[in-house]
């Protein structure tokens, strides 16, 4: 597909190239004085899913949201690079979707209205088709004009799932990818992970588990011992 | 399925090397210059009850002395702020530690310079105007400065768990707190709407300082402002030994 | 301030292929997308304005019982009448004791106060319930602070126009010259909607409760009410000087306004870990 540049206006198509890569080199990090993980170190590509393993609190959620340009690490460098360029922190995070278990969406919109919202941010406008699609993917077709307030946990998760894949990013960060969720969600979370890997340009994912069956989705892995 | 082991955590780093000394002032270091800081506060001591003729405040007579105690304090408690905007502006470029303490010690000593300032100022109008307070404009200005102080105090206290969110959060507060404290300073002992007892500008006026006045009152301001370094480096340097024995 | 606008060496935001985002955003579409989401979740879940609406109506009801004797309360001037003093002259110059520009000051501590029970909200709920890394994924920080910076703004200009009528009935306070009286206004909405976010946004950050937002914002808020009294002397002068009025008003909106450029300067660094 061509990407046609005019000026400031960019028409893309929203699946069109990405080809992402992310290494890291050396990272450590530590709250205070208690380091939670140290000398990480590692090369992913577009297409592979890397998964990030370790005991509790060994810095998993930490490493995520240092991938995702949230927190900066005390040591070592991150760099995601989409089609060939380095991108710094803050613009690193219009080119994740991200997952976790500490991201929660707004209860008092219904899950429409968050896509909605979410979508705005990002510049996409979201069609009614276009939404609709969204909460299909994520199995919750029907259940957009409820609150979030009155979803189950599961259904909060799918959610997240949807607000993660909006702008369909090329770096796919997944926290516990199938916490709360049913048989039907981890099936779900599996059509995702491949939809990402096929992704045209390269799509890549970084799980942080301990479920031994995610953990078989992955090409490459990562353990983190808890640092001293 | 290919695995990569991380390394084990490298071995824990000395700290950072930290000079036995509190980053050097220039020309200040050692015990020498402590001394003369010293004996210039003997000096002005002496001098404020022996210079000859009264200091003429608004017909003060005698208790115009404390005036030389009082201006150097009330300046400085307003430059403490001013030195510790500056390193909240270190704090928040370099993401420094060092640079947070710093700013927050200046702030803890303009605590007392702010007290002290207050202090002065009211024995001054009790003996004068035979009212310790008088809600008048520099009276007011001092008093929020000092809730200002007290206020950063509080949340450094509310953070104190998590140094680095600390250091930011007060550094930002210092900054934004800067547009009230530079009202405060310039704008608020002028309004109109607020009367005046305090004595406007009477130092500026060159008839009112004679020469044995300035010879007395400079001083005091240098020493005062020594005194503060003083202070400022003690306090580091207690910090610094902290920091290196946890 | 838009996010595409860091092109500092980062060839992927120009030119070739951008893989999200159908259209650059701007901070300003960002900040109203918020906005626009921050009202209708304020008007469906009414946390803040009841806050707000009760604590206001009760403090004028409070106030309307405390004052009532106290609005008939006239003084005059003996010392500036010609003798001999006739009972004509005295009751020509008798005047209300509690004058506007007292009133319009007590109608001010009224304000902050609302503004104190309410603003917090914008910023605390997000921390609270945790979206604020949502936002950081997806916002800016000065469209962050720019939305919560315009709906405590809205907010308090709707507290001032519904409180400020019911006020001057209550209390009798006059109007002075109307484009005087509206811009006083307006600024001090200003001032106190700069005040109440940047702090908001500390106090949050810190996980305080009301006691550390109201600790922080005091000496803010003692500041910006004396130049506001000064202000209100201003509005109640019959002819005033216009460089009196410039240097009292602009006084009061200059103090909002630095105010607020130096929170959009420095919020990055409160909202960014």
Request: hydrophobic share 55%; glycine share 6%; charged share 10%.
């Given at each position: 597909m061509v990407n046609s540049t005019e000026g400031s206006e960019r028409r893309v198509q929203s699946e069109a190239a990405g080809a992402v890569a992310v290494e890291m080199a050396g990272l450590a990090h530590r709250f205070g004085k208690r380091t939670v993980f140290a000398d990480v170190n590692a090369q992913v590509c577009a297409g592979q899913v890397l998964v990030v393993t370790g005991p509790n609190g060994s810095g998993k959620s930490t490493l995520l949201r240092i991938l995702a340009g949230l927190l900066p690490p005390t040591e070592g460098t991150v760099t995601v690079r989409v089609n060939g360029a380095a991108l710094d922190a803050v613009t690193r995070r219009q080119y994740v979707g991200y997952v976790a278990p500490d991201l929660t969406l707004y209860r008092e919109l219904t899950g429409a209205e968050n896509l909605q919202f979410f979508a705005r941010l990002r510049g996409l406008t979201l069609s009614r088709d276009a939404l609709i699609a969204a909460l299909t993917e994520v199995g919750l077709r029907g259940r957009g004009r409820d609150l979030v307030s009155a979803y189950s946990s599961g259904m909060r998760q799918r959610l997240k799932y949807a607000f993660a894949l909006l702008a369909r990013p090329p770096l796919l960060l997944l926290d516990e990818p199938t916490a709360n969720l049913d048989v039907d969600g981890m099936a779900m979370v599996e059509r995702v992970l491949a939809a990402q890997r096929a992704r045209p340009g390269g799509g890549l994912t970084i799980l942080g588990t301990n479920e031994p069956r995610e953990v078989e989705w992955g090409d490459t892995q990562i353990r983190l011992e808890t640092g001293r | 399925m290919a695995t990569t082991q991380t390394r084990p955590p490298a071995p824990k780093r000395p700290a950072d090397a930290e000079p036995s000394e509190p980053a050097p002032t220039p020309g200040l270091q050692g015990a020498w210059w402590k001394w003369a800081v010293g004996l210039l506060m003997c000096y002005v001591i002496y001098g404020a009850f022996a210079v000859g003729g009264t200091v003429n405040f608004a017909g003060s007579g005698n208790s115009g002395r404390i005036v030389f105690f009082h201006v150097p304090v009330a300046i400085l408690s307003y430059v403490c702020?001013?030195?510790?905007?500056?390193?909240?502006?270190?704090?928040?470029?370099?993401?420094?530690?060092?640079?947070?303490?710093?700013?927050?010690?200046?702030?803890?000593?303009?605590?007392?310079?702010?007290?002290?300032?207050?202090?002065?100022?009211?024995?001054?109008?009790?003996?004068?105007?035979?009212?310790?307070?008088?809600?008048?404009?520099?009276?007011?200005?001092?008093?929020?400065?000092?809730?200002?102080?007290?206020?950063?105090?509080?949340?450094?206290?509310?953070?104190?768990?998590?140094?680095?969110?600390?250091?930011?959060?007060?550094?930002?507060?210092?900054?934004?707190?800067?547009?009230?404290?530079?009202?405060?300073?310039?704008?608020?002992?002028?309004?109109?709407?607020?009367?005046?007892?305090?004595?406007?500008?009477?130092?500026?006026?060159?008839?009112?300082?004679?020469?044995?006045?300035?010879?007395v009152l400079y001083p005091s301001f240098l020493a005062f402002t020594l005194l503060f370094v003083w202070l400022f480096q003690l306090r580091y340097r207690v910090w610094q030994l902290v920091q290196r024995r946890n | 301030m838009g996010r595409y606008a860091d092109t500092a060496g980062n060839r992927a935001v120009s030119g070739q292929a951008q893989a999200v985002a159908a259209k650059p955003v701007s901070w300003l579409d960002e900040a109203r997308a918020l906005l626009a989401k921050d009202l209708r979740a304020e008007l469906r879940t009414k946390v803040a304005l009841s806050a707000v609406g009760v604590f206001t109506f009760s403090a004028l009801l409070l106030l309307s019982l405390a004052t009532a004797t106290l609005k008939e309360v006239q003084t005059v001037d003996i010392l500036r009448l010609p003798e001999p003093i006739s009972r004509d002259a005295l009751t020509a110059a008798m005047h209300p004791a509690w004058d506007a520009p007292s009133k319009m000051g007590m109608l001010w501590i009224l304000?902050?106060?609302?503004?104190?029970?309410?603003?917090?909200?914008?910023?605390?709920?997000?921390?609270?319930?945790?979206?604020?890394?949502?936002?950081?994924?997806?916002?800016?920080?000065?469209?962050?602070?720019?939305?919560?910076?315009?709906?405590?703004?809205?907010?308090?200009?709707?507290?001032?126009?519904?409180?400020?009528?019911?006020?001057?009935?209550?209390?009798?306070?006059?109007?002075?010259?109307?484009?005087?009286?509206?811009?006083?206004?307006?600024?001090?909405?200003?001032?106190?909607?700069?005040?109440?976010?940047?702090?908001?946004?500390?106090?949050?950050?810190?996980?305080?409760t009301g006691a550390l937002y109201g600790a922080i914002g005091l000496p803010l808020l003692v500041v910006f009410l004396m130049l506001l009294l000064n202000a209100a002397s201003a509005v109640f002068i019959i002819d005033p000087a216009p460089v009196r009025l410039v240097r009292d008003i602009g006084g009061l909106l200059s103090y909002g306004v630095l105010l607020i450029t130096v929170s959009a300067l420095t919020f990055g660094f409160v909202w960014e870990d």
């Open positions: - | 702020y001013a030195v510790a905007a500056c390193y909240a502006i270190g704090t928040l470029r370099r993401r420094d530690l060092r640079a947070d303490a710093k700013s927050a010690i200046a702030m803890e000593l303009g605590v007392l310079f702010c007290v002290l300032a207050t202090i002065t100022g009211s024995l001054f109008a009790g003996v004068m105007w035979n009212s310790f307070w008088n809600w008048d404009p520099r009276e007011i200005s001092i008093v929020i400065m000092l809730l200002l102080y007290a206020s950063y105090l509080v949340l450094r206290g509310a953070v104190s768990e998590q140094p680095e969110t600390r250091a930011r959060l007060s550094a930002v507060y210092v900054l934004v707190a800067l547009i009230p404290a530079t009202f405060l300073i310039w704008v608020v002992p002028r309004l109109p709407w607020l009367q005046s007892l305090h004595p406007p500008d009477t130092l500026v006026r060159p008839q009112n300082t004679s020469a044995s006045y300035k010879a | 304000l902050c106060f609302a503004a104190f029970s309410g603003l917090s909200h914008s910023f605390v709920h997000e921390e609270e319930t945790g979206t604020v890394m949502a936002l950081r994924l997806s916002m800016s920080a000065g469209a962050v602070y720019a939305g919560k910076l315009a709906f405590n703004l809205l907010l308090i200009l709707a507290v001032a126009v519904i409180v400020t009528p019911i006020y001057m009935l209550i209390t009798g306070m006059p109007m002075g010259a109307p484009p005087v009286f509206l811009l006083v206004m307006f600024s001090g909405c200003v001032g106190l909607a700069g005040a109440a976010t940047i702090v908001a946004a500390l106090a949050a950050k810190a996980h305080g």
